[in-house]
T-cell receptor
Framework: GAGVSQSPSNKVTEKGKDVELRCDPI?????LYWYRQSLGQGLEFLIY????????KSGLPSDRFSAERTGGSVSTLTIQRTQQEDSAVYLC???????????FGPGTRLTVT | GNSVTQMEGPVTLSEEAFLTINCTYT??????LFWYVQYPGEGLQLLLK?????DKGSNKGFEATYRKETTSFHLEKGSVQVSDSAVYFC???????????FGTGTLLAVQP
């Protein structure tokens, strides 16, 4: 079946602009996770959804970052007023239930110029 | 807090050599442990996992044993191939939060 998909695959934006990153989890997966992979910080957890609620937002680096999930499926990660330090690969993962194996999407490479 | 420490790379080996990539963890409770692999230009893939002490995860000739007494989950393979060249990440999943906490990754380069 289809895996986790993310769009866009690449995004270049100017500093100060807002961006939206989209994640389509595997059908039927109730848990959805966002991570960030950057040279300086490695792989970092950002936020986790169980259904449409986000029990753990502890990894969001600032209030410029927000995420939502609607219909228990698609999730959008929004970064407002982007900064150069936001440049990274943003990864989405989903799992059948919380605690089960997480399957990762190919990521969105964000470059802030 | 929870954390994962893995050996720094790059690790460069000749084909058919034995591979060990060390991984140790700090965690409260009893986390699940994972090795993920990222091949060049591809996304993260689960390589193997272990969910309790003394469990051995294995896949594609790779193995790792969950050692509670030494808080370790070292990755091993008896004979590496060029196609194993990738970045390997050790990770733990906290049972309370479900998020994955990753090590810094180890680049493996296998030469023919």
């Amino acid at each position: 079946g289809a895996g986790v998909s993310q769009s866009p695959s690449n995004k270049v934006t100017e500093k100060g602009k807002d961006v939206e990153l989209r994640c389509d989890p595997i059908s039927g997966h109730t848990a959805l996770y966002w991570y960030r992979q950057s040279l300086g910080q490695g792989l970092e957890f950002l936020i986790y959804f169980q259904g449409n609620s986000a029990p753990d937002k502890s990894g969001l680096p600032s209030d410029r970052f927000s995420a939502e999930r609607t219909g228990g499926s698609v999730s959008t990660l929004t970064i407002q007023r982007t900064q150069q330090e936001d440049s990274a690969v943003y990864l989405c993962a989903s799992s059948y239930l919380e605690g089960y194996e997480q399957y990762f999407g190919p990521g969105t490479r964000l470059t802030v110029t | 807090g929870n954390s994962v420490t893995q050996m720094e790379g790059p690790v460069t080996l000749s084909e058919e050599a034995f591979l060990t990539i060390n991984c140790t963890y700090t965690a409260t409770g009893y986390p699940s442990l994972f090795w993920y692999v990222q091949y060049p230009g591809e996304g993260l893939q689960l390589l193997l996992k272990a969910t309790k002490a003394d469990d051995k995860g294995s896949n594609k000739g790779f193995e790792a044993t969950y050692r509670k007494e030494t808080t370790s989950f070292h990755l091993e393979k008896g004979s590496v191939q060029v196609s194993d060249s990738a970045v390997y990440f050790c990770a733990l999943s906290d049972r309370a939060t479900n998020k994955l906490i990753f090590g810094t990754g180890t680049l493996l380069a296998v030469q023919p």
